[in-house]
Each structure stands twice: as structure tokens, then as C-alpha cells.
């Protein structure tokens, strides 16, 4: 079964460094310099995206991606409840999707490979008059890890769509790999982005580069985890920005010297805890304990309780079978949004390819 914690390599056609590029023909380069910014997630949405996965050279069991689309369906049918939902697909898959997906889910004839949709969909971007504009990250598959003929397009051709600009200074990489504040900061680990899979140069030049595709100020940098997952340590299964000052982590309860996740999860935290941000405050950490008894045993499983997605009034987040630590995730999250309803859903075929919620979903922000 794939995993994105699997190292994997799909064909020598996608094989090869990344070269860099520059801005194409239509797209504007900087967002920044243009008075825009990537909103912060519990900034009011007018509707949220999501991919249907299709490709059997990524899902090569039908059994299985058919449990795949059904934990897609249940994401986006929770969240159709509290705002419009967005389902990407080739519309040759619309009638199968149709069976699964709310009626009130709006099916756009874009084709998908995959779910990951944090990653390859559009990342939105706004300024102070209420214009919206897309950022182009250009995903190409987690470094030309995984096939992406169709996913790699989709952030442009939401864009066509929707008839917004499109800013694009060349850098490469994945929503899920960045965590914004929605003001000044933006947190990552380096390893998803100072990676010649992606982007090669300094970090100093990465840095600028995603400073000005996401309208911010101050990068707090990570070393991360290179070569072990297919996204090279997206952050965003970690640590994530509640608010502007304030940012959530999972910790297990005690570091392994022997595993590069517990080692590199504790050297963020450390960072974390002796960074400021983009204002010059320190910022609250605050700690969610890592489930331990969970139904599914891989060791490729990702039990992401950080990895939730907060939409209109909601928190959609995963439980995982630990009853105490599931019990504990909701009570933190109910702290952490106390205006908004927590709802916690069994999504574990997503986690044993190696993502959750988060991954699976981008927002359009809402704008005057």
C-alpha cells in the first residue's frame, strides 16, 4: 500500500534535479511588493477545496481507494455543513463521486491524480481592498517523488476559473509546508523547501521567495526531516499557528534518540519555544500529547491530531482509537476555538498514506 512516509521514486521520467524557473507568461511575481498576504485559517472562508483521488499508478488497490474516496467524502460532507464545499475531479468520476458527496457539494470539472490538496491546490492570497489572488507554489510532487500530470496543474486552472491573477516568483513547494500567522510570520521546516528537489540555493534565498509569495515578514525556520517521507517533513503534521502569537505542537511524551521524527519534533518545539515572531513577541506553545494505542499499527500511520482544518464555525479533526489521548486532542482544540463546534472523524485510510484533514483541504478565503 503507498505512503507518502515512503520514500517513494516513481519512473526515470520524473527523475532528475529541479531546475529553477522563472515567472511564466501572465503570472505577476510578487504578492508582497503587491500588498497581498495568505490569510490566516480561521479567517472567514467562502468555501473550501478538495481533490478526489483517482490514479491507480499512485492507489494501484481499488479496494483501497475506494475506502480513500470514502474518507474524502466523509471530510467533505462534515464540512459542507458549515461552509461550500469545492470537489475537483475529472467529470468522468462525477456520477461514482455523486453517490458518496452531499448534494450540496459542488463538483468542478478539473482533473485530479490525488487527495492533497493543502498541497497542489490553490493557495489564496488577499489585500486590504478585499481582492483575491493566487500564489503559485508549483507543486511537482513532493520533488518529482510521485506522478502529477494533472495535480501539478490545478492551482492555474482553479484560477482560470475563478478569473483571478496569479502571482508567481518561482518558488516551489507545497501549502502544507508553510504555516502562516496570517500577518508578519511563517513557520516551515527547512527540509521542504532548502532541498534541491525543489528549490536549490541558500535558505536565504528560499526565504525571500516565500516571504513574498505569502505576504509576510519573518521566517522561523526548522531543520525538519530530509528524504524519510515523501514531503520531506511538512510542518503542518506538527505545528501549526492558531492565532497570530500562539501555535500548537504534537509531542510524544519523551524524545527517542533513535527516531528522526521524535529527535526533529523536539528541535522544532526547542526552536519554537525560544523564537518570536514577526512583532517581536514570544509565542505560547501549546502542547498536544501524541496517541499511543491506535488502530492502525504501521509505522508509516500518521496520528496527527495538529493536522485539523478549521472552517466556518467548525474544527474538523481526526481521532484515532487512543481513547484518553482523542479525549484530550478535542479538549484542547474546544480550548483553542471556543467559538467554533469540534467534530472529530475516523479518516484513518488518509493517515496510512501518510497525511490527514489538513492535507486533504484548502480554503478560498471570504472578501469584502
Known amino acids: 500500500m503507498p505512503s507518502r512516509r515512503q ?37 472567514p472562508h467562502e468555501r473550501t477545496f478538495m481533490q478526489w483521488p483517482v490514479n491507480r499508478r499512485v492507489h494501484p488497490d481499488p479496494v483501497f481507494l475506494q475506502m480513500l474516496q470514502r474518507s474524502i467524502a466523509d471530510i467533505a460532507n462534515t464540512i459542507s455543513e458549515f461552509e461550500p464545499v469545492v470537489m475537483l475531479m475529472d467529470s468522468k468520476y462525477r456520477k461514482q463521486a ?51 500530470r494533472h495535480d501539478g496543474k490545478i492551482a492555474a486552472r482553479v484560477a482560470t476559473r475563478l478569473g483571478l491573477p496569479v502571482f508567481d516568483n518561482g518558488v516551489v513547494g507545497e ?23 525543489r528549490n536549490p540555493g541558500s535558505r536565504e534565498q528560499v526565504e525571500a ?3 513574498d509569495a505569502l505576504g509576510a515578514e519573518k521566517m522561523i525556520w ?28 504534537q509531542l510524544p511524551d519523551k524524545v527517542d534518540p ?12 526547542d526552536i519554537l519555544r525560544g ?12 502542547i498536544l500529547p501524541e496517541p499511543y494505542d491506535i488502530r492502525v499499527k504501521s509505522l508509516d500511520f500518521v496520528a496527527s491530531y495538529v493536522n485539523y482544518y478549521v472552517c466556518n464555525g467548525g474544527v474538523v479533526a481526526a481521532q484515532f482509537g487512543d481513547s484518553k489521548a ?15 463546534e469540534v467534530v472529530v472523524l475516523n479518516v484513518d485510510p488518509i493517515g496510512e498514506t501518510g497525511g490527514g484533514i489538513h492535507c486533504a483541504t484548502q480554503q478560498q478565503p471570504k472578501t469584502a
Open 326 to 340: 482523542d479525549a484530550d486532542a478535542v479538549a484542547t482544540l474546544k480550548r483553542l476555538y471556543p467559538d467554533r
Open 98 to 148: 455523486r453517490a458518496l458527496l452531499a448534494s450540496a457539494i459542488e463538483v468542478w470539472d478539473i482533473p485530479t491524480d490525488d487527495l492533497w490538496c493543502r498541497d497542489s491546490g490553490p493557495v489564496f492570497v488577499t489585500n486590504a481592498n478585499g481582492a483575491l489572488a493566487v500564489s503559485q507554489l508549483n507543486f511537482n510532487g513532493w520533488g518529482n517523488k510521485q506522478v502529477h
Open 258 to 269: 533513535d527516531d528522526p521524527w521524535s529527535r526533529s519534533a523536539f528541535e522544532t518545539h
Open 175 to 197: 501549502g502544507g509546508g508553510v504555516e502562516t500567522d496570517g500577518g508578519t510570520t511563517l513557520l516551515a521546516h527547512e527540509s521542504s523547501w532548502v532541498n534541491a528537489n
Open 222 to 249: 526548522a531543520p525538519g526531516v530530509k528524504g524519510a517521507d515523501i514531503t520531506d517533513y511538512h510542518i503542518d503534521s506538527l505545528a501549526r499557528f492558531v492565532k497570530p502569537g500562539t501555535v500548537v505542537i
Open 209 to 211: 521567495k516565500l516571504l
Open 7 to 43: 520514500f517513494l521514486r516513481t519512473s526515470a521520467i520524473l527523475a532528475g534535479a529541479v531546475m529553477a524557473r522563472s515567472a511564466p507568461a501572465g503570472a505577476t511575481a510578487s504578492a508582497r511588493a503587491s500588498g497581498y498576504r495568505m490569510p490566516e485559517e480561521t479567517e
Open 275 to 286: 523564537a518570536t515572531d514577526g512583532s517581536g513577541r514570544k509565542l505560547e506553545i501549546v
